[in-house]
């Protein structure tokens, strides 16, 4: 059974651009969150998308923005990139109907380096 | 709000050497805990998961315990080998479907 695959593994991107980060969940898992992690602030959630509706969102900007499609992929972009973008972001899915009981399964992670 | 805290920051233990990796949590609401392990640059795998009525769950040489009411899940790895120099992870589910997680262990376990 396939893991959580991220697309791109790496990324570097210029300040000011844009960028979209892909996640295809475990087949048959309808939620998808997405973390982000760096070093001073240890993983922050920053939404989370379940039907192609997003239930959850974290306290990032409005920079931050994320969808997902009828197979359950899902996608997050970053508009206007700051350094401070620079970060590992992980993707996890999830079986929601499962719920409390849910356990989450990761990705290997996108690593943005903004310069 | 929910903090996860996990003390100590690093460990670092001789090869056969049994590990204590602790979690502690400020609301007891919660509706499980899992604990991660992550490898340098790597994603997180999934170790364990103990539902919020369980006291606790083991897989393998791993047993982790959950005591809601005080706050604290404990990670025990028997017989440390050098390939579980990782860092470990936990993180609570909360009532509003978010994963907490503290900031983790980071762990060494010399040949």
């Known amino acids: 059974k396939a893991g959580v695959t991220q697309t791109p593994r790496y990324l570097i991107k210029t300040r000011g651009q844009q960028v979209t980060l892909s996640c295809s969940p475990i087949?048959?898992?309808?939620?998808v969150s997405w973390y982000q992690q760096t070093p001073g602030q240890g993983l922050q959630f920053l939404f989370e998308?379940?039907?192609?509706?997003?239930?959850n969102k974290g306290n990032f900007p409005g920079r931050f923005s994320g969808r997902q499609f009828s197979n359950s992929r899902s996608e997050m972009n970053v508009s206007t990139l700051e350094l401070g973008d620079s970060a590992l972001y992980l993707c996890?899915?999830?079986?929601?109907?499962?719920?409390?009981?849910?356990?989450?399964?990761f990705g290997q992670g996108t690593r943005l380096t903004v310069v | 709000k929910q903090e996860v805290t996990q003390i100590p920051a690093a460990l670092s233990v001789p090869e056969g050497e049994n590990l204590v990796l602790n979690c502690s949590f400020t609301?007891?609401?919660?509706?499980?805990l899992q604990w991660f392990r992550q490898d340098p640059g790597k994603g997180l795998t999934s170790l364990l998961l103990?539902?919020?009525?369980?006291r606790e769950q083991t897989s393998g040489r791993l047993n982790a315990s959950l005591d809601k009411s005080s706050g604290r899940s404990t990670l025990y790895i028997a017989a440390s080998q050098p390939g579980d120099s990782a860092t470990y992870l936990c993180?609570?589910?909360?009532?509003?479907?978010?994963?907490?997680f503290g900031a983790g262990t980071t762990v060494t376990v010399r040949a």
């Open positions: 103990i539902q919020s009525s369980q």
């Open positions: 609301d007891s609401a919660i509706y499980n």
């Open positions: 998308y379940f039907s192609e509706t997003q239930r």
């Open positions: 996890a899915s999830s079986l929601p109907d499962t719920f409390p009981n849910t356990e989450a399964f």
């Open positions: 993180a609570v589910r909360r009532s509003d479907y978010k994963l907490s």
């Open positions: 087949s048959g898992h309808r939620s």
